[in-house]
């Protein structure tokens, strides 16, 4: 069965940096485009970016882009997201998910999250 | 403030129908195939419908989805206490060359 499984969230000050990993099984990861998307405590989805099956296109949230980077390893059906610079608003739990389309909306697989805390 | 708007909230008796629409614009909507999310509490959101209109295996045929021109809606008929959820609209926005999420509305089975 497909499983996604984040980690490397804790409690970071702000200016701090962060390194999340999502470890993927159960499907061939290296055909699928995957996303980063965040929830605020209490608060609504955010798109934070995505990464193309093959690495070829990276894409950012206006929010996060120019602070946080995306990538993955094929070999290891691993996707990353290092995070510099955060700030209090940074504060969510973090979600791995899989592009069932291309360059699409539609996410038919989510992790459990792992939940980044910003904070002095 | 979301680019695509939903309203906050809606809630209906359990067997009665609620829509809740999903507004956006030319670079999203209007150019993409929108899908629909439920967030039940204190878990991982869930795709309800994609490419507008289609159910995934496992999703219950009260619930459907329609998009024209740059507005979607997500139709659910026959309520049911377990549908009170979170629920969200998304797209790609190709502007953004990413995804936008709606708000998000609660729903509420009285």
């Known amino acids: 069965q497909v499983q996604l499984v984040e980690s490397g969230g804790g409690v970071v000050q702000p200016g701090g940096s962060l390194r999340l990993s999502c470890a993927a099984s159960?499907?061939?990861?290296?055909?699928?485009?995957i996303h980063w998307v965040r929830q605020a405590p209490g608060k609504g989805l955010e798109w934070v970016a995505v990464i193309w099956y093959d690495g070829s296109n990276k894409y950012y949230g206006d929010s996060v882009k120019g602070r946080f980077t995306i990538s993955r390893d094929n070999s290891k059906d691993t996707l990353y997201l290092q995070m510099n610079s955060l700030r209090v608003d940074d504060t969510a739990l973090y979600y791995c998910?899989?592009?069932?389309?291309?360059?699409?909306?539609?996410?038919?697989?989510w992790g459990q999250g792992t939940l980044v805390t910003v904070s002095s | 403030q979301s680019v695509l708007t939903q309203p906050p909230s809606a809630s209906g008796t359990p067997g009665q129908g609620v829509i809740i629409s999903c507004s956006g614009s030319?670079?999203?909507?209007?150019?993409?195939?929108v899908d629909w999310y439920q967030q039940l509490p204190g878990t991982a959101p869930k795709v309800l419908i994609y490419s507008n209109n289609e159910r995934p295996s496992g999703v219950p045929d009260r619930f459907s989805g329609s998009k024209s021109g740059t507005s979607a809606s997500l139709a659910i008929s026959g309520l049911q206490s377990e549908d009170e959820a979170d629920y969200y609209c998304a797209t790609w926005d190709d502007s953004l060359n990413g995804v936008l999420f709606g708000g998000g509305t609660k729903l509420t089975v009285l």
């Open positions: 998910v899989r592009d069932r389309g291309y360059a699409s909306s539609w996410l038919d697989f």
């Open positions: 030319t670079s999203n909507i209007g150019s993409n195939t």
């Open positions: 159960g499907f061939t990861f290296s055909i699928y485009g």
